[in-house]
């Protein structure tokens, strides 16, 4: 099955860029201003863009400063079922995140779109643990 990945190093913490995909002051500063977060396995998180797009996300696996996983329950029909983790990985002073949103049924245009959105959003994620800003959806 198909899968977008991304490799990045962010000069930050793997504490730093776990807190910004388990809480809501993390996701609301690199992802979408929109959102609700869960805190432990099985719990859902809400995330909107907008009246565009609204998703909703089992927090599947939680290891602090190491991984998160969460498989979407409700969204766009390519995304139901898939699969997004972030693997951390400290490398010197730096971060290393591996990023997968896996389990697709094909590669479609949304596919290549929101690879692009992934690598978009990815960027934000490390502006914001690098430097406290990121550039979230804030519509």
């Not at 996701?27 to 998180?45: L, V, Y």
């Not at 991984?67 to 995304?79: A, F, H, L, S, T």
């Not at 898939?82 to 951390?88: P, S, W, Y």
């Amino acid at each position: 099955m198909p899968a977008i990945k991304h490799y990045l190093v962010i000069n930050s913490t793997t504490k730093k860029i776990y807190n910004a995909f388990t809480t809501k002051t993390g996701i609301t500063n690199w992802w979408t201003s929109q959102t609700e977060i869960g805190s432990k396995i099985g719990d859902i998180n809400i995330f909107n863009f907008g009246t565009r797009y609204h998703n909703e996300m089992s927090i599947a696996d939680l290891q602090p400063n190491k991984r998160v996983e969460w498989k979407c329950i409700v969204g766009d029909k390519e995304w139901i079922g898939t699969n997004f983790v972030f693997e951390l990985e400290e490398k010197d002073k730096d971060t290393i995140l591996r990023f997968s949103h896996y389990n697709w049924n094909e590669e479609t245009d949304f596919f290549a779109s929101c690879n692009y959105q992934w690598a978009y959003y990815l960027g934000s994620l490390k502006q914001y643990c690098e430097t406290g800003i990121g550039t979230p959806f804030k519509g």
